[in-house]
């Protein structure tokens, strides 16, 4: 049971907008920084977007962050069949002396 | 270009130990943590905990505390991560990445991963 709370799967078709959740609590989220990695298959995890909704270089503008309270969310424009992988949303948490949690992550289809 | 490039892959036993190792390159090494992060097959992601390659300050995630240990040669540029004992449970990929270069809690650059399996 992950502390951040992702679907499972989440599917589209090119060119659509597709948006992934991430539900966390008080002592995650709301008071600290989200961050999203994207796994694509086979391979290690690549930053996608860190402090909520910055994007590092190299990463396209299609993809998109933000946070409200207690949960955030990356958003995938122009939905291309590339972009089908694994997304993993992360976060300090300040329970249990503070650690970093990720949530369980979503499988991105590209139909 | 920044780097971390990690061990290879290994097959164990029960009970046996081990230490790989997360070069990194392409950057102040000492000036950014190391964590380490372990995927079981099929399965998510977990952090285990990170190190200061500055002064060795450890955290350990409470899920992996007493069970593995992290360590650094700052002059070297690497970080490992050991067991004592392993367990076949202890199966996975395992993943180094530093919180260059945005710090924020954010892991800038990973590792390709080291695969360990641990198998009688």
């Known amino acids: 049971q992950s502390v951040l709370t992702q679907p499972p799967s989440a599917s589209g078709t090119p060119g659509q907008r597709v948006t992934i959740s991430c539900s966390g609590s008080?002592?995650?989220?709301?008071?600290?920084?989200v961050n999203w990695y994207q796994q694509l298959p086979g391979t290690a995890p690549k930053l996608l977007v860190y402090g909520n909704d910055q994007r590092p270089s190299g990463v396209p503008d299609r993809f998109s962050g933000s946070k409200s309270g207690t949960s955030a969310s990356l958003s995938i424009s122009g939905l291309q069949s590339e972009d089908e992988a694994d997304y993993y949303c992360?976060?300090?948490?300040?329970?249990?002396?503070?650690?970093?949690?990720f949530g369980g992550g979503t499988k991105l289809t590209v139909l | 270009e920044v780097q971390l490039v990690q061990s290879g892959a290994e097959v164990k036993k029960p009970g046996e130990s081990l230490r790989i190792s997360c070069k990194g390159s392409?950057?102040?090494?000492?000036?950014?943590?190391i964590t380490w992060v372990r995927q079981m097959p099929g399965k998510g992601l977990e952090w285990m905990g990170r190190?200061?390659?500055?002064?060795?300050?450890?955290k350990y995630s409470p899920s992996f505390q007493g069970h593995v240990t992290f360590s650094v040669d700052k002059s070297s540029s690497i970080a490992y991560l050991q067991w004592s004992s392993l367990k076949p449970s202890d199966t996975a990929m395992y993943y180094c990445?530093?919180?260059?270069?945005?710090?924020?809690?954010?892991?800038?650059?990973w590792g390709q991963g080291t695969l360990v399996i641990v198998s009688s």
């Open positions: 008080s002592s995650n989220i709301e008071t600290n920084t």
């Open positions: 990445a530093t919180t260059y270069p945005y710090r924020s809690g954010s892991f800038g650059f």
């Open positions: 392409g950057y102040i090494f000492s000036n950014y943590w």
């Open positions: 992360a976060a300090w948490d300040d329970s249990l002396n503070g650690r970093s949690v």
């Open positions: 190190i200061d390659p500055s002064d060795s300050y450890t």
